[in-house]
């Protein structure tokens, strides 16, 4: 044997490198362990640390695999990355979660080194491990920091900018969102001036905000600034910015931010929230079933009506209990049980009986659903069914009684129940036969694996997941009005069938089955749908045929037309205008029968656009104004002023309306006139404006009982003279419901008749328009020289748009006052009350806008006056605008005296029903 000999100085050294490892080993906060370079990397030593880091004493893991501690997950990682990186390297540092003696996991970092010997041979593994998991939290939430940074500003439809601090505001930064929202790529817009692509008219009030945010004066976050802005294809949008300044260490202005959004998508999103809102609060106000909302601790927080009916309480009763007072004590921890389990945002669906405020028993079905806002849970929204009734029958079928039995078997239904496990438990005659068993044959079977093997497509199902097992194993109610049930032999049928689970006392023991042969019914179906078919099919047919009868008609007609001017004789010209008169009756009635056909065939669209109501009145008189001469009768019209000036509507088919409206009307008036109306009409709804079209006449009436068939395609009534397919007034009929509006007619023989339609307006459609209606409709004076007394001001900065509107006004007797800008207008006002002031938009110093929004803020005026735009913009952003700012009407230069005349007209009747209420 051979002896190693040391001197005592050696021996000396390596007991103080033992004891400083010692040490090491003892007091480090980090565990340090030595392995073994097995497969299954053996703790060959480890330091006390352990206990804390890992749960275990030392003596627990030495001679233990240190690869066992290691997450499965991570397992693999590990020792690939141990394996292969200490062959090159000889150390390698691995991430990882290590497993403690509590079952939990922590995120260690180890550094793992190779130990050799004297002669260079790897004898072990030495690792350092720390707990990181503090570290990695802080990873992670930094990585998930950067990355939602990342998604705002590449993804988000805002535009993100950052602009010079100088004159242009030059841009140095542009978000991704610059091409979608304006159509630039970022590098068209870099460099170049951001105040450059601002409509001139809007660069005032945008340099006037920029100034306003550099003195502090918008601090709100609130606070932004609209404008037009520039898209590449050259029209203008508005958008909406949010602006600050970044100042340098010397507090001078270095740079811009700015957050720039679409106001047309926020307007979208808003109007879409307050729909939905609406929807949210009638689906819980009149929502039939019972709602209520319920703290985490249980108690009510909100009650609709059909649950307050339902038990006899109040909302405010119920909001000073909890729900556990109104459950009756048998169900009452199967209640508190699932109550629970929602709190753990699970949806539950159970019955339970409640107590009535006047203590009978109420049988419910609940479903409690979780209440979460972001992703915390608040509380519990509970939907409640009153089951009583339905309770009552379903215990009658269970329970079965001979008189149920004969009920039973008296209807043409089939009804079976099944238990928990899907046996047959009892089931009526109708079932049997219909399934094609012998009677007692189904009772124990376990039918439905096999009942419903495919869908009404003809797609397969499978047999351990058919949509009445689901109901049975999730304890639903569930109907379907189509489905093919299979019979004993293998023959199927189309049926219809509701699954109803069977209840008793809280727990669910079964399901009840209806079934409904439907093959014959769907014979009926398919027989129908043929015969629709074919109705459509003439309608098409005769459309098309309409349609093609144009064509020669046209020719005809347009050479008649020139065959007239080659006549010589007067005899000649008289024929060709018989030809002529009999063409163009014939092409009405082809067009009726066109118009009728494509409504029947479902082929007509309508096409919705502003329609200018007094142009639309003038153009019906300028067609009739002969034909009504001739005849000696009058033909007035009448425009109700507090209706906007334009509404959105199918004007061709408006006219279309009123055109065959007015053209009967002067056809059977002999004596007397007609008179056309327009005005609105009282609506329970707020946020809706009904509109009256009327026709009337003091014609020859028509005959009550005549008055049926009035709409009906084909019909006559009246004399032969008259002629006409009897379309028209379908027609009219058909076109009016298609835009949402009903037709309306009142008569009397020898009386005359009224024919009236009304149409539906939204209110948001139509800025600046007054919801309320006023208790009388005014009537239009005839009289159009004077419009009553009236104080006007022109705010006009252009000396020839100031005398061409004087003059106007002084022609109808109106001393007007004159003011040159926007600020002259604000001091006038508050010196002088006027009734009308006709405003320029754009002007020197403060433009219209801007002073019509100071002269709306201001107190202590005895009315507020009637404004009116006067611009050259004509275009609808620019109406908006002014709408927007408090204008209440709008001309469009060049001025015309009609225009001026009109606005008059218009507002003065407001103007003295203001003064009379005052």
């Keep these: ?27 480090t906060s980090d565990l340090i362990s030595r392995h073994s370079l097995d497969e299954s990397s053996t703790y060959l030593d480890v330091s006390p640390s352990c206990v804390e880091l890992m749960g ?111 004159y242009g505001a030059t841009y140095v930064y542009a978000s991704p969102a610059c091409e979608p929202l304006f159509g630039y ?70 740079y811009i931010i700015g957050v720039t959004r679409n106001i047309h998508e926020r307007r979208e999103q808003a109007r879409r929230l307050k729909e939905s809102e609406s929807r949210y609060k009638s689906l819980f106000e009149f929502n039939p079933l019972g709602i209520h909302a319920l703290s985490l601790e249980g108690y009510y927080l909100s009650a609709n009506a059909s649950f307050q009916k339902m038990l006899g309480y109040t909302e405010e009763e119920l909001k000073r209990s909890s729900f556990e007072k109104l459950v009756y004590a048998e169900d009452l921890e199967w209640t508190k049980s699932n109550f629970e389990k929602a709190k753990q945002g699970q949806t539950r669906l159970y019955e339970l009986r409640t107590i009535h405020k006047d203590g009978h028993l109420v049988d419910v079905e609940v479903t409690n659903v979780p209440i979460y806002v972001g992703d915390e849970l608040v509380g519990v929204y509970a939907i409640v069914q009153d089951i009583t009734e339905s309770k009552k029958n379903l215990n009658q079928i269970y329970k079965l009684s001979n008189e ?53 497509d003809g797609s397969p ?109 007067q005899e000649q010209q008289e024929y060709a205008d018989i030809v ?29 656009e502003p329609v200018h109501l007094e142009e639309l009145l003038e153009q019906i008189t300028e067609l009739f104004d002969k034909p009504a001469l001739d005849k000696n009768i009058t033909l007035n019209t009448r425009l109700d002023p507090t209706l906007p000036e334009s509404i959105i509507s199918d004007g061709n088919r408006l006219r279309q309306v009123l055109i065959n409206l007015v053209g009967n009307a002067v056809k059977f008036t002999d004596v007397g006139g007609v008179m056309l109306s327009v005005q609105r009409k009282p609506h329970p709804d707020c946020s809706l404006i009904m509109i009256e079209f009327a026709v009337q006449d003091t014609g020859m009436g028509i005959p009550a009982d005549q008055q049926a ?69 005014p009537q239009l004076e005839q009289d159009k020289g ?72 201001m107190d202590g005026l005895d009315h507020q006056p009637i404004i009116v735009a006067v611009t050259a913009f004509a275009r609808k952003e620019e109406r908006q605008l002014c709408m927007e700012s408090g204008m209440e009407d709008f001309i469009p230069k060049p001025l015309r005296i009609s225009d001026v005349e009109q606005s008059l007209e218009r507002w003065a009747k407001v103007i003295y029903q203001r003064k009379s209420r005052g």
């Excluded at 032969?720 to 009929?733: F, Y």
């Excluded at 006052?817 to 009308?836: C, K, L, M, P, R």
């Design 1 to 27: 044997m051979n002896e190693v000999i040391i001197s005592s100085q050696e021996y000396a050294e390596l007991r103080k490198i033992k004891h400083h490892y010692q040490s090491i080993m003892n007091y």
């Design 56 to 166: 275990y004493t030392p003596d627990e893991l030495l001679g233990t695999s240190g690869f066992a501690y290691v997450h499965p997950d991570d397992f693999q990682q590990v020792v690939h990355q141990i394996q292969s990186e200490l062959i090159d390297n000889h150390s390698v540092t691995v991430v990882y979660r290590n497993l403690r003696k509590d079952g939990s996991y922590f995120w260690a970092e180890a550094v793992c080194r190779l130990v050799k010997d004297v002669n260079g041979n790897e004898i072990e593994l030495l690792a350092i491990i720390r707990d990181i998991s503090i570290r990695k939290v802080m990873e992670e939430q930094l990585q998930d920091r950067e990355r939602q940074l990342l998604l705002l500003t590449n993804h988000t439809t805002d535009f993100l900018s950052q602009h010079k601090a100088d």
């Design 185 to 254: 790529t970022v590098e068209e817009v870099m460099g170049t001036d951001g105040l450059s692509y601002i409509h001139p008219d809007d660069l005032p009030h945008v340099r006037d905000y920029l100034e306003n945010i550099g003195h502090g004066k918008l601090t709100n976050a609130s606070d932004a600034v609209s404008y037009r802005y520039l898209l590449k294809n050259g029209s203008y949008i508005w958008v909406e910015s949010t602006c600050r300044y970044i100042y340098n260490e010397q507090g001078e202005r270095e």
């Design 404 to 456: 149920q039995k004969l009920i039973l078997g008296s209807v043409s239904e089939g009804i079976f129940g099944i238990d928990l496990n899907g046996q047959t438990t009892f089931v009526n005659p109708a079932a049997v036969k219909m399934f094609g068993y012998e009677e007692g044959e189904m009772l124990g079977l376990k039918l439905l694996p096999h009942m419903e093997q495919s869908e009404p």
């Design 461 to 569: 199902i499978l047999s351990g997941s058919t949509p009445i097992l689901d109901a049975l194993q999730q304890g639903e109610t569930r109907q379907r009005d189509e489905a093919v049930l299979w019979r004993k032999d293998n023959t199927s049928f189309l049926a219809s069938y509701q699954v109803t689970p069977i209840i008793d006392h809280g727990q669910r023991i079964g399901a009840v089955i209806v079934i409904r042969d439907r093959t014959e019914e769907n014979k009926i179906i398919q027989a129908r749908e043929v015969a629709e078919q074919a109705d459509r099919a003439k309608s098409e047919f005769l459309a098309i045929i309409s349609h093609e009868l144009r064509t020669p008609m046209n020719g005809m007609i347009g050479m008649m037309d020139l065959l007239r001017d080659t006549l010589e004789t």
């Design 580 to 608: 002529m008169d009999s063409s163009n009756a014939l092409l009405k009635i082809v067009n009726e029968l066109l118009d009728f056909s494509k409504i029947e065939a479902g082929r007509m669209e309508l096409e919705y």
């Design 709 to 777: 068939k009035l709409f009906q395609p084909f019909s006559q009534i009246g004399t032969a003279r008259h002629g006409g397919t009897g379309l028209g007034l379908s027609i009219c009929k058909k076109i009016i419901e298609l835009m949402g509006g009903d037709v309306q007619m009142e008569s009397k023989e020898g009386q005359g008749a009224t024919f009236s339609f009304t149409l539906l307006l939204n209110v948001e459609d139509y800025a600046g328009l007054s919801t309320e209606l006023p208790e009388s409709l």
């Design 786 to 857: 004077s419009y009553g007394p009236l104080r006007i001001l022109i705010a006009e900065d252009h000396l020839i748009n100031q005398k061409l509107l004087r003059t106007i006004l002084t022609k109808k007797g109106y001393q007007p006052d004159i003011v040159y800008n926007g600020q002259e207008a604000v001091t006038a006002v508050s010196q002088q009350d006027y009734d009308i002031i006709f405003m320029d938009v754009n002007m020197p110093h403060m433009d219209g806008i801007q002073a019509t929004r100071l002269i709306r803020q």
